[in-house]
């Protein structure tokens, strides 16, 4: 039942965003009765902070995978981009509420903020070991430290992901990734 509540509860809070979504749509998309709901989740900001837990939580593991698995530095990069506009090519409505809850940006008073600051952590650390990787290589250019080329490399995804979702999501972002990188490299790879 609770994967029939969370695919129901990302279509409701896609289509309507978090302050509009509604127990009894997410009840009815599950195929359940209101009050059966209320047997699995207390409310609707409790079925927001698991359905975030859940999505982020398989994606942050395999993004940590994936980081693993590419040696050369732009091809890990671009998988790990990928697999980031992957993801939202997949959940991108459901993206966009997160947003609209105010989780994206790290607002504690809102449904998952702390929980978007812990996930943020875990996913620039996947990026940070592809840095460390190539600094231990000497391929990145004096000055430029792992942590600080992974905010500013999810700082640019971020960026192209807003632009993707306000646009709304009319083209599969996950074929920019590579340009996404190639852009960013010309200025950290060493020269």
């Given at each position: 039942?609770?994967?029939?509540?969370?695919?129901?509860?990302?279509?409701?809070?896609?289509?309507?965003?978090?302050?509009?979504?509604?127990?009894?749509?997410?009840?009815?998309?599950?195929?359940?009765?209101?009050?059966?709901l209320y047997n699995y989740f207390t409310n609707k900001e409790e079925i927001f902070r698991a359905l975030v837990e859940h999505r982020s939580g398989s994606f942050l593991h395999a993004l940590a995978e994936t980081a693993l698995c590419e040696d050369n530095l732009e091809h890990a990069l671009v998988a790990l981009v990928r697999s980031t506009f992957g993801e939202l090519d997949r959940h991108?409505?459901?993206?966009?509420?997160?947003?609209?809850?105010?989780?994206?940006?790290?607002?504690a008073h809102k449904p998952c903020g702390a929980m978007f600051e812990r996930n943020h952590q875990r996913f620039l650390s996947?990026?940070?070991s592809?840095?460390?990787?190539?600094?231990?290589?000497?391929?990145?250019?004096?000055?430029c430290?792992?942590?600080?080329?992974?905010?500013?490399?999810a700082g640019a995804a971020h960026g192209v992901a807003m632009a993707w979702l306000q646009s709304g999501r009319r083209t599969k972002i996950?074929?920019?990734?590579?340009?996404?990188?190639?852009?960013?490299?010309?200025?950290?790879?060493k020269r």
């Open positions: 039942y609770r994967r029939a509540i969370f695919d129901a509860a990302e279509r409701v809070f896609g289509a309507h965003g978090f302050a509009e979504a509604k127990m009894t749509q997410i009840a009815e998309g599950a195929g359940l009765a209101a009050g059966s991108g409505a459901f993206f966009a509420s997160l947003m609209q809850g105010g989780a994206v940006g790290g607002n996947a990026f940070e592809v840095f460390r990787r190539a600094a231990g290589k000497g391929q990145l250019a004096p000055g430290t792992p942590d600080e080329l992974s905010v500013m490399l996950e074929e920019r990734a590579e340009q996404v990188v190639r852009l960013f490299l010309n200025g950290a790879m």
